[in-house]
């Protein structure tokens, strides 16, 4: 399970290294196959591989005339691309969606439980504080943990 921030590069060949914190859990469960997207072009989602085709498993059983999954599975076409990682952790970026995200220098690789979600680091810092914690989002996240137990 990945948690955590990590801060990472990506190199002027649009390869971004493995932080490795999430480098030891990938390599534990031996996936060197990545499908690496976005749902918005403004962040990378990387999916090792088995994890990205449980998520299509689960599309596969609904339609694609509905139009939440024509969109969802629009965008992550559009974005993604299937890599595999090299001898040094590091994986290639899509160029549409290295473009789109800025993803082109320091960003930062958050876990994300199945899967990395990669920001460029300086828009997400300036975005920080435009997404604090609500009292309203406190009070949903404390609804939602109590009906879980």
């Known amino acids: ?4 921030n990590h801060p990472a590069k990506v190199d002027e060949k649009g390869r971004l290294k493995l932080p490795s914190a999430f480098k ?6 031996n996936v ?3 499908y690496v997207t976005s749902t918005d072009g403004k962040s ?3 999916w090792p591989l088995p994890e990205w085709e449980k998520r299509e498993a689960q599309l596969a059983d609904s339609s694609t005339l509905d139009d939440a999954v024509r969109k969802y599975l629009n965008l992550t076409s559009y974005y993604g691309q299937q890599v595999e990682m090299d001898n040094q952790a590091r994986l290639l970026l899509p160029q549409i969606l290295r473009g789109s995200a800025r993803l082109d220098a320091e ?3 958050f876990g994300m439980r199945t899967y990395l979600e990669v920001h460029n680091r300086e828009a997400f810092e300036k975005s ?6 609500t009292a309203e989002d406190r009070k949903a996240m404390a609804a939602l943990l109590s009906r879980r137990g």
């Open 1 to 4: 399970m990945f948690r955590g």
């Open 24 to 29: 030891q859990l990938v390599d534990a469960a």
């Open 32 to 34: 060197t196959q990545f």
């Open 44 to 46: 990378a989602e990387i």
């Open 107 to 109: 960003v930062t690789v």
């Open 128 to 133: 920080l504080p435009e997404n604090e914690l």
